[in-house]
């Protein structure tokens, strides 16, 4: 947990509330969390869920791991202790973005339970939604588009995760889906079919 450092500091309220956002955009500003191995789809899935609320006229945001780093979290490594920064920094910044009524799904690997814990723990019951994008180690490598894995086995990259650092698959997740077996399609529509039976969009329309 991090410390607060900062006094003499007040919360402020908004005048516009977030139902009232949430009327607006005809959505409930949500967190849609992909948790998974580097190379199991997660930035693909999540922007085919975007593409399709997006054509569905919902607003939508996905932050993504490698994107964050280059900006927000550029002085984080990959360190555990690091790591858990990078997760909270980001868990906050999409609870900001579910606040206003947008529907933000961040793509990271995140591979420490608690730091996923303590980012649901941030929004009310239901608005976070972990999908965990399950792949097998081997499949992962295969796909290896960014040669990631091909240096971490040559010992080029400390601290990777599903080589020389743990993952730690979700216990409880509300959505797996493993994208050696199912279509990018499949798992999008399953992603969706999921945001409309706990009314967070609205039916197919």
């Known amino acids: 947990m991090a410390q607060q450092k900062a006094t003499n500091i007040t919360w402020h309220q908004a005048t516009v509330t977030a139902q009232e956002r949430e009327q607006l955009l005809n959505q409930k500003g949500c967190v849609i969390w992909f948790t998974g191995l580097s190379g199991s789809g997660k930035s693909t899935l999540a922007n085919a869920v975007a593409q399709l609320l997006h054509q569905r006229q919902h ?34 910044v999409a609870k900001l973005f579910a606040d206003a009524g947008t529907i933000a799904m961040t793509a990271f690997i ?44 040559a010992g080029e990259i ?37 945001l409309e039976e706990t009314d967070l969009v609205p039916a197919g329309r």
């Open 59 to 92: 607003h939508t945001y996905v932050l993504d791991g490698d994107n964050v780093r280059h900006g927000l979290n550029k002085n984080l490594g990959f360190s555990p202790e690091d790591r858990a920064e990078n997760i909270r920094r980001i868990g906050e």
């Open 110 to 153: 995140s591979p420490y339970r608690a730091d996923r814990e303590q980012a649901r723990a941030l929004l009310a019951d239901n608005r976070f939604v972990e999908v965990f994008v399950e792949c097998p180690l081997d499949v992962c490598e295969e796909r290896d588009t960014k040669g990631l894995y091909k240096k971490a086995r």
């Open 158 to 194: 400390k601290e990777f995760t599903g080589i020389s650092a743990p993952y730690e698959p979700p216990l409880k997740s509300e959505v797996t889906l493993n994208t050696a077996e199912l279509s990018l399609e499949e798992c999008a529509q399953a992603v969706i079919a999921f």
